[in-house]
């Protein structure tokens, strides 16, 4: 820790005390987590969950972790520095537009997609836990993620209320990555709404949110909602389902579609992260300008984009992200329990991308992790596209 200062305290959370620092060394900003529990030795820090997903996921949609310090029984946790969280950044805009909104979603998914198919699903995703950093959006806070292969029972307190699942409100012990679908498209519907769209203020008041809105689930749509409730003795309230599109009167129907889906109470309905890459509402210019594609005056309409071209250069957008990662998003087989079968992503390869290392230290103090610099080259986007 000693090319570390400490300036400020941003979070103190549950497990962990976050500060803005500074590398001494580099005058770069960092994020130092100091964990509150104590630790003797390499082999329990390297067991947590957290940082086994920190080391494996490697995405420009990710936060990056820099170094893992083991100190006098303290682990330390040092990540790359982004300024502001997203309940900071739409707390400081009267009303966040579609197209920012469309561009936040899309980086979350891409995100999430490449988590889920790397075998981890999130279990906490909110607005805390999103990070922006001008155009770039990333996921952090990996302290509740988990394998989804696992095998249950999964603990029954995960998300914060008011972006957790039906499903994890009746204690479900075996709920999968849907769970971060749902709490995304709870995010997304408070982009639109300035405030959150489900916040009750217990289990039974979340459960009851979610009805005013979705309605009473059927039981022939959700059956294992219904054995979970009488488990627990629950009995949905009776309430008709409100139109998405009143509730959330600035959203395209598009994006209300895209909701819907999300929103399901039924977590095998979900779409996986890949379909939702793949629905119309990222079917725009907005996302190709993004990515750097060159739009001809007589195509910049949302009315094209159903021509060949436009439908190539979508797809394409679809499967990239700013750090020169790819994914083919166009294989799915709908096992949303598992996130979608993504096809192997077209990775240059994290030995390619990254210089990580695990130090060996038979010590109780050093430096166990270490990733440098990206190292990765250039590639042409019209090489890809031919």
């Keep these: 820790m000693e090319k570390y200062k400490i300036i400020e305290t941003i979070g103190d ?104 198919k790397n075998n981890f699903f999130h279990r906490d995703l909110k607005p805390e836990n999103i990070l922006i950093s001008g155009d770039q959006v990333k996921l952090a806070d ?69 009805c005013e809105i979705l309605g009473t689930p059927n039981q022939s749509d959700w059956p294992d909602g219904y054995i979970l409730a009488q488990k627990i003795n629950y009995n949905f309230p009776q309430m008709r389902s409100k139109k998405l599109k009143h509730i959330i009167p600035k959203a395209s ?23 939702c890459l793949q629905h119309s509402f990222f079917q725009c210019n907005d996302v190709l300008k993004f990515y750097g594609f060159k739009i001809n005056k007589e195509d910049d309409s949302n009315n094209d984009i159903n021509g060949e071209r436009n439908k190539k250069n979508i797809n394409f957008a679809m499967s990239m992200n700013s750090n020169n990662n790819f994914m083919n998003l166009n294989n799915d087989d709908n096992n949303n329990l598992g996130g979608g079968n993504i096809s192997e992503p077209n990775l240059i390869g994290n030995d390619n991308l990254y210089n990580s290392e695990i130090i060996n230290n038979n010590s109780n103090n050093g430096h166990l992790y270490s990733n440098n610099k990206f190292k990765g080259g250039k590639i042409k986007f019209e090489d890809l596209l031919e």
């Design 253 to 275: 129907e598009s994006a209300i579609n895209l909701l819907e889906s999300m929103l399901n109470f039924n977590p095998s309905k979900r779409p996986s992260a890949v379909k």
């Design 142 to 210: 990996f302290g509740l993620a988990k394998e989804i292969n696992c095998n249950p029972p999964n603990t029954d307190y995960v998300a914060t209320r008011w972006y957790r699942s039906p499903e994890v409100i009746l204690n479900s012990d075996k709920y999968s990555s849907p769970i971060d679908i749902f709490a995304l498209g709870c995010i997304i519907a408070e982009l639109y709404m300035g405030k959150p769209i489900f916040p009750g203020k217990s289990a039974n008041e979340q459960m009851n949110k979610i």
């Design 13 to 116: 959370g549950t497990y962990g005390i976050v500060y803005k620092g500074i590398n001494t060394e580099t005058n770069e900003y960092v994020a130092i987590k100091k964990m509150k529990k104590k630790y003797t030795d390499w082999e329990e820090c390297i067991s947590l969950k957290e940082v086994q997903a920190l080391i494996s996921l490697k995405h420009s949609n990710i936060v990056t972790l820099n170094e893992l310090i083991l100190e006098n029984e303290e682990l330390i946790m040092i990540f790359e520095f982004i300024g502001v969280n997203l309940f900071e950044y739409a707390k400081n805009i009267n009303e966040i537009p579609e197209y920012k909104i469309r561009n936040i979603s899309f980086q979350i998914l891409q995100g999430l997609a490449y988590m889920h």
